[in-house]
């Protein structure tokens, strides 16, 4: 029987939209009718005054981290409450009540305060699950209002752990799914070599990458290198225009999750959402940095299920893809990914 899904997510940062993409792909290929609301359109004003506030303080750590730490108190999420319920929560309902669902899934936090707002004066007819894109430490926003939720899921044993103790969850339905991908992007490799070496652009720094750069020059274990810009105009220019070698080459952007398959190593800070697709496909991250807050929290996760390298030492690094034998990666990719993740949510939820 056909099913209703509304997916709520939000345009800030890839992780969300990326799973939202993945569900709303594999419910549409069984026929389920899909729909999303994205958190930056129903408060587009408000939005894009705090998304460019988040831009500025994103290149100052200690601001970020303030602006996590904030957002992570109680207080703070009821004083959104009271700023959504107030403007935004008459269109939600409106949604809800238009659409029917069957199922509401959140890819964003934030949004749970809104179904719980909702059905303080409405009858809840659907099921309601929040996939939690964050790992390890997660934050306030993703659990306040979560009375009327009825399935969590959390990216691996690790982060269900901490779900469960830091906010004092006591109830069984805090399951761990694994990112939702679909089972097509997922591959299972034999070993790993070191020959074709993948660099995203963003969030690195530009005295590392130069460096870094200026000594794979001089080595010859590699067949390729790929600068990808993303969202670090400026350094991709300045790198294009300085730094010059065959096996270089520069891209403005590339579909990752498509060309994961022909990457071996990928140097890149630790999003969520491209730490999952390197998982499924067995690619191992080397991270120079992470943005204070949401970031460090997967630097943590790193270190505890061993799955890639923190390292911001060029020299390290060079020492890393010459002499590691990144096939000692596969058994820890191995316990982490789920091919069936997305399948394992919906069948949960029925």
Known sequence: MQKKYL????????GHNIARDSISNYLREKWDIVESIDLTDLLKKWWD?????YAFSEKIPFLWDATFNLLDQEFTNE??????????????NEIIDEFNPDYVICTFPNWPVFIRNYTLKNKKTFKSAVIITDSIEIGMPWFYGCENIDYFFVIDDFSKKEFKRKFNHIKNNVYTSFFPIEQKYFLDKKNIKN????????????????KLLELLKKEDFYNEINIIKWRNTKLFASLKKE?????????DFIDIKENLKNIDIFITKPGWAIMSECIATDVP???????????EWNIRLMKEAWVWIFEDNPERVIFYLKYLDFNKFLPNFKNLKKKDSIEFIIEKMM
Request: proline letters at 5%; a positive charge.
């Open 49 to 53: 005054n705090s998304r460019k506030f």
């Open 195 to 210: 020959e074709n070496i993948s660099i995203l652009l963003t969030g690195l720094k530009k005295p590392f990458i130069t």
């Open 285 to 295: 991250i080397i991270s120079p940095s992470f943005i204070p807050g949401q970031e």
């Open 7 to 14: 997916i709520l997510t939000a345009s800030y940062g890839s």
């Open 243 to 251: 730094v010059k070698d065959k096996r270089i080459k520069y891209w």
């Open 79 to 92: 004083l959104l409450n009271l700023l959504f319920k107030s403007v935004y929560q008459k269109k939600f």
